[in-house]
């Protein structure tokens, strides 16, 4: 097993990085065991209760601490993250987008 370790820099998008990312490594299975960092805008969605089937979609625009952890799943980042708002509000739920501006974010992969 190793421990990859991806940098998301201002200017690109979380889930299209690790896309590409594992495509080009063909990691089609893994655990995400960390994401840190920043983004600026990004999209989530919880299930509603009464309908786990379907999603609840929120995209925030404005700049939010991340943290979280997920699995790759055939190819695919699957990722659960929680998301720090201004006034100490939290959010979390699963990520859909990601984008970096101003800061950064640190994704932490284990993979055969």
Avoid at 17 to 43: M, Y
Wanted: aromatic fraction near 8%; glycine fraction near 8%.
């Amino acid at each position: 097993m190793q421990l990859l370790k991806f940098k998301i820099n201002p200017g690109k998008e979380l889930m299209e990085v690790l896309t590409k990312e594992f495509e080009k490594r063909n990691l089609q299975d893994g655990a995400i065991v960390s994401v840190i960092g920043a983004f600026d805008e990004c999209c989530i969605s919880c299930m509603p209760k009464n309908d786990p089937m379907k999603d609840v979609l929120t995209e925030y625009y404005e700049p939010v601490e991340v943290n979280g952890t997920g699995e790759i799943k055939e190819g695919k980042p699957h990722i659960h993250i929680n998301l720090g708002r201004e006034n100490n509000q939290t959010a979390s739920g699963h990520l859909h987008w990601g984008k970096v501006k101003s800061w950064y974010a640190t994704v932490f992969v284990v993979a055969e």
